[in-house]
């Protein structure tokens, strides 16, 4: 059905055992997404997004809740889940033995499309992903970028309506980063693919993503467009500086009645304020000031980031959150409460 949501996830819980404790990687997560968006999920390490997305597509069972993907549930209909998704996950996929086209022709095998069908899809994948340089090299052979570019290849053979990349511009330079985006966002324009993407680059989910979820500690706290969150969690930093002390003393009373909220002293001459909108806000402040007889000598307006959103929610940055939590990524010591199964990608 057109108008139904392709990702439907309701109180979706994963718990793991490590080191005989019980930890709770993922709870309560519930949510859609509609056809067509694209959804960046965000969180430190340890917060629960690759989990999140490993029960999303099958590869692990959900303690409790319940998901529907494309149409079919999870638990039940596994088989049917995996053949409509596209899933990139953080490790590069393939053999690195095998040349990069026939890696595309093995997955086309995978999925059951005929060596004509798997052919004609390869070739314009190769084509539409700028993969034609290095086609016919062995994936060993290839660069950091250029094996990103191949695995989302591989997760886009079998033409899936929605695709899921878990981190897919980790430890790519900045050039083979923007140029995978530009693919990224090409093949959703050209098929209308759904893209559900964890990233570490908060700059990546502003400028791209038109919805950003963000997790911590195995549920999420936010859900809303960039602009949205950073302005209704955030604001704008504008900074005043003045000649002397007193014009700043002053300038506190104008500012603050203007903006309608605090303002704080930065420093002896300097006063400074969060607020929503602070791009109209800072040239209607100088001009009050100004009518007041206090000269403002220098002014700065700075808008807000994610990471700004997410030390609104949380009271540290994601950087800081991140640090010394390694429960997403590094399970050598967990045992799951319920078997692991690989294969959404070869």
């Not at 809740?65 to 638990?75: E, L």
């Not at 095998?98 to 070739?123: H, N, T």
């Not at 989302?152 to 923007?178: C, K, N, V, W, Y």
């Not at 309608?260 to 300097?270: P, Q, S």
């Amino acid at each position: 059905m057109p108008n139904e949501p392709i990702i439907e996830a309701h109180e979706l819980t994963k718990r793991f055992t490590v080191k005989k404790k019980t930890v709770e990687a993922v709870t309560g997560l519930t949510f859609e997404v509609a056809r067509g968006e694209l959804v960046a999920f965000l969180g430190p390490n340890g917060a629960g997004k690759s989990t999140s997305l490993r029960m999303l597509t099958t590869l692990e069972a959900p303690t409790s809740g319940t998901a529907r993907v494309v149409g079919f549930d999870v638990r039940q209909r596994s088989a049917d889940v995996r053949a409509r998704i596209g899933y990139v996950g953080q490790l590069t996929s393939g053999s690195f033995a095998q040349r990069a086209r026939d890696e595309l022709l093995s997955q086309g095998a995978f999925y059951g499309m005929s060596k004509p069908a798997s052919r004609a899809r390869a070739d314009e994948l190769v084509e539409s992903l700028g993969l034609a340089s290095f086609a016919n090299q062995s994936v060993q052979q290839l660069s950091g970028g250029q094996k990103r570019r191949l695995d989302i290849a591989l997760g886009l053979m079998h033409s899936p309506p929605l695709l899921f990349l878990d981190e897919p511009s980790t430890g790519l330079d900045p050039l083979s980063r923007a140029n995978l985006w530009q693919h990224i966002l090409d093949l959703r324009a050209q098929h209308g693919t759904t893209i559900f993407v964890t990233t570490h680059y908060l700059e990546e989910a502003d400028r791209f993503a038109e919805r950003v979820m963000v997790m911590d500690k195995g549920r999420v706290i936010a859900d809303d467009t960039a602009a949205r969150l950073k302005a209704n969690l955030t604001g704008d930093l504008i900074t005043l500086g003045f000649g002397s002390e007193a014009d700043a003393s002053a300038a506190v009373s104008v500012v603050q009645q203007l903006a309608g909220r605090a303002v704080r002293r930065e420093a002896t001459t300097t006063i400074a304020l969060t607020a929503p909108h602070g791009d109209a806000l800072l040239p209607q402040a100088v001009r009050a000031l100004d009518a007041a007889g206090i000269r403002v000598e220098r002014a700065t307006g700075v808008p807000p980031t994610l990471d700004d959103v997410f030390l609104a929610l949380t009271g540290r940055t994601l950087r800081e959150a991140g640090e010394g939590e390694s429960m997403d990524h590094d399970r050598q010591d967990a045992s799951a409460e319920e078997p692991v199964t690989e294969g959404a990608q070869r």
